[in-house]
T-cell receptor, first 115, second 117 residues
Framework: AQSVTQLGSHVSVSEGALVLLRCNYSSSVPPYLFWYVQYPNQGLQLLLKYTSAATLVKGINGFEAEFKKSETSFHLTKPSAHMSDAAEYFCAVRERGNQGGKLIFGQGTELSVKP | NAGVTQTPKFQVLKTGQSMTLQCAQDMNHEYMSWYRQDPGMGLRLIHYSVGAGITDQGEVPNGYNVSRSTTEDFPLRLLSAAPSQTSVYFC????????????????FGPGTRLLVL
């Protein structure tokens, strides 16, 4: 069965510092991969997705993620953190093919940004 | 388009009560799903539907029922609420691609916060 692991339930960075949120998946076939962001008391918003085109995927708000098949990873990065990036981030995986579109989510990483 | 809407936003129930969480989308999406979100556990799939009249169980279906009589609506029913069902519930929808498969991206509603006493 597919699974997603996010390393670190809490990550704290200073404003202007690099943001790195880690995500590893387990799957025999490279799946679709997603990063979602959830701001306090709101629903989930798609940041970016990997669907087998370019391995470096650019998303909204300056975030990007790189798919590395050899490492089964899809880490999320942003060169310079902003206070408005403080939120919870979820990595998710979906099997290819018509499997009902089920998303498997990681546990989430809460990002805090210090001034 | 309103996107995915959920009602109510917040609900308090007593143990044993039943209720229905409403979810509607106006994007003509075929795929709809229900997740619950609990601290430290991410989102877990409760039930999903690949089209009107078709539903299936997800990871944590016990204590919940669904039906899909129209493309637009996908209500989630709690048969006899338990404190363990205290959670935030999210509904999501996704379109079918031109190739016939389920679209890659899911669109989430704003959530319903449920407290069971």
């Amino acid at each position: 069965a597919q699974s997603v692991t996010q390393l670190g339930s809490h990550v704290s960075v200073s404003e202007g510092a690099l943001v790195l949120l880690r995500c590893n998946y387990s799957s025999s076939v490279p799946p679709y991969l997603f990063w979602y962001v959830q701001y306090p008391n709101q629903g989930l918003q798609l940041l970016l997705k990997y669907t087998s085109a370019a391995t470096l995927v650019k998303g909204i708000n300056g975030f990007e993620a790189e798919f590395k098949k050899s490492e089964t990873s899809f880490h999320l990065t942003k060169p310079s953190a902003h206070m408005s990036d403080a939120a919870e981030y979820f990595c998710a995986v979906r099997e290819r093919g018509n499997q009902g579109g089920k998303l498997i989510f990681g546990q989430g990483t809460e990002l805090s940004v210090k001034p | 388009n309103a996107g995915v809407t959920q009602t109510p936003k917040f609900q308090v129930l007593k143990t044993g009560q039943s209720m229905t969480l409403q979810c509607a989308q106006d994007m003509n999406h075929e795929y709809m799903s229900w997740y619950r979100q609990d601290p430290g556990m991410g989102l877990r799939l409760i039930h999903y539907s690949v089209g009107a009249g078709i539903t299936d169980q997800g990871e944590v279906p016990n204590g919940y029922n669904v039906s899909r009589s129209t493309t637009e609506d996908f209500p989630l029913r709690l048969l006899s609420a338990a404190p363990s069902q205290t959670s935030v519930y999210f509904c999501a929808s996704s379109p079918r691609t031109s190739g016939g498969g389920i679209g890659e991206t899911q669109y989430f509603g704003p959530g319903t916060r449920l407290l069971v006493l």
